[in-house]
């Protein structure tokens, strides 16, 4: 069932939402020149990997290492802030690498890291929105964000669903929590080293902890 309202969902989003894509796609052409998709690859469902894919926000580096933050466009921000860099997803929702609601899909080298526990977010599809994105996205630490995911997985329904939905546009309405504290975004948080901020690495990884025992919603 959730499986048919991906592919309903992602088909007529896709139709109605081209003439958008088709406008950003110029811009970005414009702007960046090509490529104008950014890919990139994700670990999904059962771990496994998956190449996702956003519109290019960045331009290219002047110097091998340089730092994301640096490479930032006025263009690129003003996407993200509005989500619309997402867009090309729906075509990963189609092909079935992701659903509409789901964790949103990490970094290999951030996976590496995970613990037996935090692994369990693996076990549905990765999502366009869901319920980390919607209490706090990238303003709340990667383990927070963690146990949000895992707290709608052990908890997810059709009603919880259509409240991510709701407040997945509110979200977009009034966009918020897209950067991290001083408008970085901090990696995952690997004992003993300092994470580098990230920009187009993952700026929709689109929470609050919460006891794994609860029934009560954290927000």
């Known amino acids: 069932m959730r499986r048919l309202v991906d592919v ?33 690859r994700r670990i999904g469902l059962g771990g496994r990997p998956f190449s996702i894919v956003k519109f290019r926000t960045m331009r290219d580096e002047a ?3 340089e730092p994301d933050a640096d490479r930032d466009t006025s263009m690129g921000r003003a996407l ?3 989500s619309v860099d997402e867009l090309p997803q729906l075509w990963n929702v189609l092909r079935g690498d992701m659903s509409i609601i789901g964790p ?5 080298e951030q ?24 209490n706090g ?15 709608y997985i052990e908890h997810r ?19 918020s929590g897209i950067y991290g504290e001083g408008g970085v975004n901090q990696g995952f948080p690997v004992p ?8 187009e690495r993952d700026a929709s990884a689109a929470p609050t902890t919460t006891d794994e025992t609860s029934s009560t919603p954290p927000k």
């Open 104 to 108: 949103r899909p990490t970094l290999p």
């Open 111 to 134: 996976v590496e890291h995970y613990s037996p526990r935090q692994h369990g977010r693996h076990a549905i599809r990765p999502g366009l929105t869901g319920w980390a994105q919607v």
């Open 80 to 82: 993200r802030g509005l």
């Open 8 to 40: 309903v969902v992602s088909s007529v989003a896709g139709v109605v939402l081209s003439p958008v894509m088709a406008v950003v796609a110029t811009l970005v052409r414009w702007r960046l020149g090509r490529p104008v998709l950014f890919r990139q």
């Open 63 to 65: 110097w091998p290492g």
């Open 137 to 151: 996205r990238n303003s709340i630490s990667w383990p927070e964000r963690i146990e949000l995911d895992l707290w």
């Open 157 to 175: 329904s059709l009603r919880l669903d259509a409240r991510i939905v709701v407040r997945t546009v509110m979200r977009l309405v009034r966009p």
């Open 192 to 199: 003993g080293v300092v994470s580098p901020g990230v920009t």
